[in-house]
């Protein structure tokens, strides 16, 4: 036997002001990257603000080689996030899902720089034109997508990682205890409510029998009083 339970996946920072508006988290730059001209050029906005946090202990550098093993520590534990192009997620985060097989990462679905990829020719060369009409088709006919998933597999794989999954484990006296210290807490509270029923009941009982026993008394008084009344006027 099994147990079948849903899990929902908290995905908290889709955008940058929620990364920024959380002072415990820090965020990684890679180091000597185009976004860092960015930062400092920036006059407004969250890059404007993200650039204002350089400098500061929020901010932590590191080399492109040393993404993976800050994902597998001071990311994965939830105290920093990674800021910078998709490019780089496309290549880090397959490899985390190929040793793993789980998509322990998400990206946020807001975007905020983009990465031109052109080919480069003269100015007014000839060539320009055909160029241009083969680029189009490669991306359009999908070969582009194609060579990135031939290129780095399991590229696409955590782009968009679902929130509520379905587990399935075996019963365990691990994943069952809640379970029974649930029904232990039923059967306590039920003796307990079953006690007081019983002491309510006796009370009443008791108090019911006392109040009968003075009624008679009563009356037998006063049966006495009116009898020896009518044996005086007889006399």
């Not at 940058?16 to 400092?40: A, C, E, P, R, T």
């Not at 007014?124 to 088709?137: E, G, H, T, V």
């Not at 232990?184 to 029923?197: D, H, K, Q, R, T």
Request: with cysteine.
């Amino acid at each position: 036997m099994s147990l079948l339970a849903v899990r929902y996946i908290d995905q908290p920072y889709q955008r940058l002001d929620d990364v920024l508006d959380k002072s415990d988290v820090g965020i990684i730059l890679v180091q000597n990257s185009l976004i860092i001209h960015y930062l400092k050029t920036a006059t407004s906005g969250p890059l404007w603000k993200l650039g204002n946090l350089m400098g500061t202990e929020r901010v932590a550098y590191r080399l492109f080689s040393e993404l993976p093993q800050s994902l597998e520590t001071i990311v994965r534990d939830g105290s920093h996030v990674v800021f910078d192009k998709d490019i780089v997620y496309n290549t880090v985060l397959p490899r985390s899902f190929s040793r793993t097989g789980t998509c322990d990462f998400y990206v946020s679905r807001s975007s905020y720089l983009t990465t031109p990829l052109a080919m480069v020719a003269q100015k007014n060369s000839p060539l320009m034109p055909r160029l241009n009409k083969l680029a189009y088709s490669l991306v359009e006919s999908g070969l582009y997508d194609k060579w990135q998933k031939f290129s780095h597999p399991n590229s696409s794989t955590c782009k968009n990682p679902p929130r509520i999954i379905t587990v399935t484990s075996v019963f365990s006296l691990s994943n069952l205890w809640g379970m029974f210290v649930v029904l232990g807490c039923g059967f306590v509270m039920a003796v307990v409510v079953l006690v007081m029923e019983q002491m309510c009941g006796w009370a009443k009982w008791e108090e019911q029998g006392q109040v009968d026993t003075q009624d008679t008394h009563t009356t037998t008084i006063t049966t006495i009083t009116t009898t020896t009344t009518t044996e005086h006027a007889l006399h």
